[in-house]
């Protein structure tokens, strides 16, 4: 039987701050055009070729700003297209690969002309030349002022708490339901908590009170913990420890019995988090903005280092030199914003890690993954597609909250079936 269980079934996969962003890129082009007409009528009335030209070329950086800002509002005003089966969340990601393709023909342009200009000098008005470098410097300058403080990367805060629903959450099979246990510390010291769970929804853990949990770690060292019921759940008394490496053993009474499961929890690995985390959440659309920006301000220096060396020491062929360099680290970031979209593009598996823990998660617990897909629907947003074979396939509920750990999860699907 095919279940559908999305976690969440809206299909707005829409990366956070999505309309602020937007905003921020209009107002990077409307600076970006003032500055462009300014600079091709001083060229036109002074006669200056080189302030003609920076015009020109700013044209081409609105252009290529105009790209990410329309893939915003269209991404926006389509977010709910029934036509667009996941959503418009990864139009941002055609906008970036669109961007950076624009950004490595300049690149290819720039390095062509300076490589002529290093065996074919020609003359450069230098005082005009070096002004013109200057005032765009200063113009990408506040425009990369004006993109900053989104989501280049993530700070610790953010990853960690995603770190803490990605590995925090152990669930076992009673053979009646099943119980999940968890480390909660949000915005509290570190605790355990246990929810009971079966094919009619939440219930109060079988015991109650009278369940016992205990933990041991690697050397040897016990702790039996008190826990308290709560609404809908058990919480021990005492904190759980650092470092958050050990096995635990959860003790449920029954009438004539007990029932013993055991488990594991292994340290965070914040180094894993922190990357799958930005890499998930990263808005290329965003980045690729922020890149021709980058780009431009990193030519701009580079222009006013290559024509002041050729002014005061007589250089001349460092100014060319400079646009070679330029067009090494641009034609760099050029292939970064390909590489990173293309792959979503292209729906490859978002995180092989994460690929290997679903996978884990559900066999885990005697089932067989004979199938799983795990890409990106948008920024920060994941879709899988999950195939079990099961001695005694579950309920779609039992499915989605085996994964509901996972917050990136935004969309899954889950094929379940008998052996």
């Known amino acids: 039987m095919a279940m ?133 410097l200063l113009v990408n300058l506040v425009s990369a002022w004006m993109l900053s403080g989104e989501d280049h990367h993530h700070g610790h805060d953010h990853s960690h708490d995603h770190a803490h629903h990605h590995t925090a959450v152990r669930r076992l099979d009673t053979g009646h339901g099943v119980l999940l246990l968890e480390i909660f510390e ?48 058990l919480e021990s008394e005492q904190a759980v420890a650092e470092p958050h490496e050990f096995t635990v053993r959860v003790r449920l009474p029954h009438d004539d019995h007990s029932h013993d499961l055991t488990t594991a929890f292994a340290e965070h690995n914040h180094d894993r988090d922190h990357g799958d985390t ?27 280092a290559g024509l002041l060396t050729a002014k005061y020491l007589g250089w001349m062929f460092m100014d060319p030199v400079m646009g070679i360099v330029g067009a090494v680290v641009i034609g760099n970031w050029s292939y970064g914003l ?5 792959r979503i593009l292209l729906d490859m598996t978002a995180d092989q890690d994460l690929a290997a823990e679903l996978r884990a998660d559900v066999e885990g617990q005697g089932d067989h993954v004979t199938d799983l897909h795990l890409w990106r629907l948008g920024p920060g947003h994941l879709g899988a597609i999950v195939s079990v074979v099961s001695d005694r396939p579950r309920a779609a509920e039992y499915y989605r909250c085996r994964f509901g750990r996972f917050a990136t999860l935004s969309h899954v ?7």
């Open 186 to 233: 949000d915005g509290v010291p570190p605790c355990f908590r246990l929810r009971f769970q079966d094919a009619g929804g939440f219930r109060p853990v079988p015991g109650g009170e009278d369940v016992v949990l205990e933990l041991e770690r690697p050397e040897g060292v016990r702790e039996r913990f008190a826990l308290r019921q709560y609404d809908g759940f």
């Open 338 to 342: 390909i590489r990173d979209s293309g």
């Open 413 to 419: 699907t889950i094929e379940a079936r008998s052996r």
């Open 4 to 136: 559908s269980t999305p976690i969440g079934h809206s299909h707005v996969f829409l990366g956070a701050g999505h309309e602020g962003k937007e905003r921020k890129i209009w107002m990077v082009i409307w600076l970006s055009l003032a500055m462009m007409v300014a600079e091709i009528i001083g060229g036109v009335v002074f006669g200056s070729l080189a302030l003609l030209a920076d015009g020109i070329h700013m044209a081409t950086h609105v252009a290529a700003l105009a790209i990410a800002a329309l893939a915003y509002r269209y991404a926006r005003s389509h977010a709910n297209d029934s036509r667009f089966a996941f959503g418009t969340g990864k139009l941002g990601d055609l906008a970036s690969f669109a961007s950076a393709i624009v950004l490595a023909a300049a690149t290819v342009g720039i390095g062509y002309e300076s490589v002529a200009r290093f065996f074919n000098p020609v003359a450069i008005g230098l005082n005009e030349a070096t002004t013109v470098a200057v005032i765009g």
């Open 278 to 304: 930005h890499a998930h959440h990263r808005d290329n659309n965003f980045r690729a903005a922020f890149v021709h920006v980058l780009a431009d301000a990193g030519v701009s220096v580079l222009a006013i």
